[in-house]
Nanobody, 115 residues
Framework: QVQLVESGGGLVQAGGSLRLSCAAS????????MGWYRQAPGKQRELVAV???????NYADSVKGRFTISRNNAKNTVYLQMNSLKAEDTAVYYC?????????WGQGTQVTVSS
């Protein structure tokens, strides 16, 4: 059973940057895809960014050009670099790891952007 632990959230002013980290207790090479999701109060959880085992990435339109997802297989860690943050980026951010038949989630980390 792989555990995912997020870190790096916090309070930042609009226009600022944060880098989230997702550390896995096991090898992330086993995942077909790893991603970051977020959930704002009163809203559904939404996909922010995903990186596939081959290295390709996809982003939500709302974060394209501002956020970058990356992975370090040696450290079993996935990152989300968030630049030019906006108030609407405020949410709990969750790390996800997926391979067929298995879906893992972290506990989430709060990101609050003040305007």
């Amino acid at each position: 059973q792989v555990q995912l632990v997020e870190s790096g959230g916090g309070l930042v002013q609009a226009g600022g940057s944060l880098r989230l980290s997702c550390a896995a207790s096991g090898s992330i090479r086993s995942f077909n895809a790893m991603g970051w999701y977020r959930q704002a109060p009163g809203k559904q959880r939404e996909l922010v960014a995903v990186i596939f085992s081959g290295g390709s990435t996809n982003y939500a339109d709302s974060v394209k050009g501002r956020f970058t997802i990356s992975r370090n297989n040696a450290k079993n860690t996935v990152y989300l670099q968030m630049n030019s943050l906006k108030a609407e980026d405020t949410a709990v951010y969750y790390c996800n790891g997926w391979y067929p038949g298995n879906n893992y989630w972290g506990q989430g980390t709060q990101v609050t952007v003040s305007s």
